[in-house]
């Protein structure tokens, strides 16, 4: 059986990145940078919630910084934080090779799974605000959790044909695990002619103000106005049939609801209906969305003569849109 | 019509079945395993096939079933049928109708080789008598195996890649081999062959099986994987109690974690790791959750209590074992870091002042607050402790105090932890013991066989939790269906059960339930409280029937003299249990079933005439009507008895009162012998009625023996 040897391990948090990059790179993703906006996870990038919709073949990797309100701990926990990074996988459709070449990604960052106890665990994964479940595992390294592991059943409410299969890796659990540092802020982001740069020089004093922020000093009936804004204007957007901007919303919306939680400014009664109002506007952005590429001729379906015809059909759309203008 | 034909020699091989899949769910694993294996032996055994050694394994990367001398095809059967009529058979010209060659062509054969057949009366048939020999065993395998893979119990099914394949998780091989020979086959995404695959990183290359016989073997040695559950099972255990013992300690190996830790791996290897010992100074619950919810380790203990060890099984037989401890080492210290920081942290909130705090907690949308419902399992507690003699005080502040340990930040990391984190924190504040036992009590029992609460006080507040929960999910049109029960209400009303019966409470069931009823916070609910009582009285005297009937064999005790019993609603069910118990000792003795028989001719003449015995039933018999002998010795028989008898049924003396009652059985059988109810005069026939209605009404204020079996 063909696998990758196993590399050195990487020395920084960075080089973990580039080596992860490579990897995926190598094996056919387009590597993409993080999603411009504030959200909870990877999976909330388009590259992941809206290209696992319909049938089109898509292939990606990238960091996404994540923020989670609710996990800061003003720079004080070791592990604990309102914003970390994932490095994240999409594949779909799902190769049958999937978890393999997972395990080589691990070989290539210095994991040899025949000294190491690596172990799929049963996860299983819902999005109540994307509505949104798959089945899949957490990955185990001798006993600590480093990945997620996901075939995706649903996203926005819609049946995945064919099935994503995504990767999130926990970047600093890792490079905890591979630094051996016990503490976040100690591991080496990078070593350089001005010294060693620690991950507690790029992101701590950020890591005690958000903190702030988020538990302390965020406005509440500011907050609260703005989510009602962002649900009116993903509406609005999503009546002029503009998928992407009205999923900028959704985004919006849900970010501004982690940080009202954060506050602690929502009941648990008032918690659902916020949740089932993000929900329901993901699930109409996911329709928008599916109802666009459809327009569009599934353009990365590239059957014979598919890309002639949508290349027409966007021209169209671009002249009925300046038209209008 | 059917038989099997008898065979001097049938061939017979092994049958394997092996699917491959990725980790399939820990706790799923057995059922999936069972349920394969008794699929395939149903099917088998329903295509004709005799399945006498099965055999069946379950990995986490593998379902697998052996089946030892498995006929190559089923028997052949003699089928005999019976066509048309003759004279539907051939028209007047003698030519054969559409019936005749239909039937004909059903049974395979031409017209002319069909038989004749007589009935009794004479009436002449086609008929048909032949052989039908069985489809190849072979042929059949691919059907029934898929007919067995889709109707395995999987709570979600999933799709992966571009197919359309549904399995618990992605199917990467088949190995079916029937003999030496692969089945030909295609499902679920893959072709069947005889290529298996060991151990996903000690032996990854293919793995060809040469024979059914021998898979378990190759597994072992070529594979690097323990296929059979239970072998892996009790390796397991024996490596952790080996490790264990070297470190002078026990390993608490509890069967809940031995399954899943059994169904996490191909190849177990135990390890031992360490913590701090400062840890130690944690309850340990909290200790044992840590290691083993969070981690599946195994806790050792010695007996001075915990041990700053924890034994993992890892799934690898690593050269360097030394990493995979490490690693588990450096999983487990934040872990508990975390653990001992909510143990700290919540105690410097006394748990009485979280109490308001439970208002703000929804508990179910329909049914208000954890507040509210905290009050309601006051109310009721304390009435319950007022009738049981627990002490009020400590009833009434345990109530209050029960589900505070809910908001605290160790509970919500572990939420098993519930109960029993209230109890070290109730201790922590100086509350009395009985009232934090209590708080961890009143949970129990959790499931069958679990221990019942250690006090009074603890009774009380555990009984007002679950008839809360009954009433709240029932007054809100919530009930079970069938299997789904989201709520636990099973376990609650066998908690009610056992708790009453086995600490022997007297208690009104069924005016504790309309209370719980009446205190629910939902609109409309007095209108409708009398209904839904009853309709939780049934559902917790369902259980109770269940766990009867589940030790018939010890009390003697049948479904109908549950009925009998059931049909005159006691309200306390220790009254209940009486008269169960005194119906086991009546149905025994002579006269039981025939006056049990008399009860049902009784209730029979009555409901047929019931308007008239409706209007009549206040009446009381007229002597001077008892016309005959027969019937005024009945009376007679009846007035003797009925003071003693109604004076034992009053002090639940039930054998007692059974007893007197048999001694009615001689003037019973003389007035049925001898009477006719139905005298055609109006005023004979109600006055005997109105005599059977009493001697009815006498049975009745035990049991409705009616309802025995004659």
């Given at each position: 059986m063909k696998t990758t040897k196993i590399g050195p391990k990487p020395r920084s948090f960075q080089d973990l990145i580039f080596i992860l990059q490579h990897y995926w790179s190598e094996h056919g993703c387009v590597i993409l940078q993080p999603y411009d906006m504030e959200v909870g996870a990877g999976t909330f990038h388009t590259a992941t919630f809206l290209r696992a919709i319909g049938p089109e073949p898509w292939s990606a990797a990238y960091v996404q910084p994540s923020r989670r309100p609710t996990d800061g701990r003003y720079g004080q926990n070791p592990f604990r934080v309102q914003h970390y990074y994932q490095f994240q996988v999409l594949i779909k459709p799902s190769p049958p090779d999937f978890q393999e070449l997972y395990l080589d990604s691990l070989r290539s960052l210095g994991f040899d799974p025949r000294i190491n106890d690596v172990r799929f665990v049963e996860d299983n994964w819902e999005s109540p605000t994307l509505g949104a479940w798959g089945l899949g595992w957490e990955v185990w390294l001798n006993g600590m959790e480093i990945s997620q592991f996901t075939y995706f059943q649903q996203v926005g409410g819609l049946e995945c044909r064919p099935v994503s299969g995504e990767i999130t890796y926990g970047l600093e659990r890792l490079a905890m695990y591979l630094q051996d540092v016990d503490n976040m802020f100690d591991l080496v982001w990078t070593e350089g002619p001005q010294g060693r740069v620690s991950y507690g020089d790029v992101f701590l004093q950020n890591e005690i103000e958000q903190s702030k922020y988020n538990f302390d000093y965020a406005n509440v009936p500011v907050l609260l106005r703005n989510f009602d804004e962002h649900e009116q204007a993903c509406n609005d957007l999503l009546a002029a049939r503009l998928a992407l901007p009205a999923y900028e919303q959704v985004l919006k919306a849900s970010h501004i609801f982690n940080l009202l939680d954060a506050r602690r400014a929502i009941s648990v009664t008032e918690r659902a209906r916020f949740i089932l109002r993000v929900r329901t506007l993901s699930r109409a952005v996911a329709q928008a969305y599916y109802a666009s590429r459809e327009a569009l001729g599934f353009p990365m379906l590239r059957g014979a003569g598919a890309s002639a015809n949508v290349a027409a059909s966007m021209e169209g759309a671009l002249a009925v849109d300046q038209a209008r203008a | 019509m059917t038989a099997s034909v008898p065979r001097a020699r049938i061939e017979r091989r092994d049958l394997l079945v092996e699917l491959g899949t990725e980790e399939l769910p820990p706790k799923a694993l057995r059922v999936l395993e069972q349920a394969l294996a008794d699929g395939l032996r149903t099917r088998l055994t329903q295509a004709g096939l005799v399945v006498a050694a099965i055999e069946s394994f379950a990995t986490p990367r593998r379902l697998a079933v052996h089946i030892r001398r498995l006929a190559v095809r089923p028997p052949d059967q003699l089928i005999k049928r019976r066509g048309p009529p003759l004279r539907a058979s051939f028209d007047a010209a003698g030519a054969p109708t559409r019936a005749a060659t239909a039937f004909a062509d059903s049974c395979g054969v031409?017209?002319?080789?069909l038989g004749r057949e007589h009935d009794v009366k004479g009436n002449e048939y086609l008929y048909f008598e032949g052989i039908k020999t069985g489809t190849a065993t072979v042929t059949l395998l691919p059907g029934l195996l898929q007919q067995t893979l889709d109707a395995l119990p999987t709570p979600r099914r999933m799709r992966w890649g571009a197919g359309d394949a549904q399995f618990v998780r992605p199917v990467h091989w088949l190995v079916l081999l029937f003999g030496r020979e692969v089945v030909p086959a295609s499902m679920l995404g893959v072709e069947a062959g005889s290529v298996s695959f060991g151990h996903r990183f000690m032996a990854p290359k293919a793995l060809h099986i040469a024979s059914p016989a021998g898979y378990a073997k190759a597994l072992l040695t070529r594979?690097?994987?323990?296929?059979?559950f239970d072998a892996r099972r009790e390796n397991i255990r024996a490596q952790v109690e080996q490790l264990a013992a070297g470190l002078a300690g026990r390993a608490i190996v509890g069967d809940g974690l031995l399954d899943e830790v059994t169904a996490l791996v191909e190849w177990p290897v135990a390890l031992t790791g360490q913590f701090e010992p400062r840890f130690l100074a944690l309850p340990r619950e909290v200790l044992i959750a840590t290691l083993q919810e969070h981690q599946r380790y195994f806790a050792v203990e010695n007996d001075a209590g915990l041990m700053p060890w924890f034994i993992t099984i890892s799934n690898i037989d690593s050269p360097d074992p030394d990493v995979v401890r490490a690693g588990n080492e450096r999983v487990v210290r934040p872990r508990l870091a975390d653990a001992a920081f909510f143990w700290e942290q919540d105690r410097r909130q006394p748990l009485a002042e979280r109490r308001l705090a439970l208002d703000g907690v929804t508990f179910h949308d329909k049914l208000g607050s954890l507040g509210a419902r905290t009050d309601r399992i006051g109310v009721l507690a304390s009435a319950i402790a007022a009738h049981i003699g627990a002490d009020g005080g400590e009833t009434a502040r345990a109530a209050q105090l029960a589900k505070c340990d809910l908001l605290t930040a160790m509970v919500g990391e572990f939420p098993e932890l519930q109960g029993c984190m209230g109890r070290y924190y109730a201790l922590a504040d100086g509350e009395a013991p009985r009232v934090a036992d209590a708080i961890r009590d009143h949970y129990l029992p959790r499931a069958a066989g679990d221990a019942l609460p250690a006090s009074g006080v603890g009774d009380a507040v555990a009984l007002g939790d679950k008839l809360d929960t009954l009433a709240g999910i029932f007054a809100s049109g919530q009930k079970p269906s069938g299997t789904r029960d989201p709520f636990g209400l099973r376990r609650a009303a066998i908690g009610v059960l056992r708790i009453i019966l086995e600490h022997r409470l007297e208690l009104n069931l069924i005016e504790l339930i309309d209370r719980a009823v009446r205190l629910?916070?939902?609109?409309g609910i007095d209108a409708a409280a009398a209904g839904v009582s009853a309709d939780i009285y049934d559902f917790v005297l369902e259980r109770a029937r269940a766990q009867y009937l589940e030790r018939a064999a010890d009390n003697g005790i049948s479904t109908e003299m549950f009925d009998a019993v059931l049909a005159t609603r006691p309200a306390s069910l220790l009254d209940f249990d009486a008269r169960l118990r005194a119906l086991v000792g009546f149905v025994a003795r002579p006269e039981g079933l025939s006056l049990a028989a008399a009860n049902r001719r009784i209730a029979n003449i009555l409901r047929k005439s019931e308007p008239a015995a409706a209007s009549l039933q206040p009446q009381p018999v007229v002597r001077e009507l008892l016309r005959e002998e027969a019937e005024r010795e009945l009376h007679d028989a009846l007035l003797a008895m009925r003071a003693q008898v109604q004076e034992a049924v009053t002090a639940q003396t039930y054998a007692r009162a059974l007893d007197l009652l048999a001694g009615l059985k001689p003037a019973v059988d003389g007035f049925f012998d001898r009477v006719l109810v139905n005298d055609p005069e109006a005023a004979l026939r109600n006055n005997r009625l109105a005599l059977l209605a009493e001697l009815r009404a006498l049975f009745t204020g035990i049991a409705d023996l009616s309802r025995l079996p004659g």
């Open positions: - | 031409a017209l002319e080789a594979g690097k994987v323990i296929a059979a629910q916070q939902i609109a």
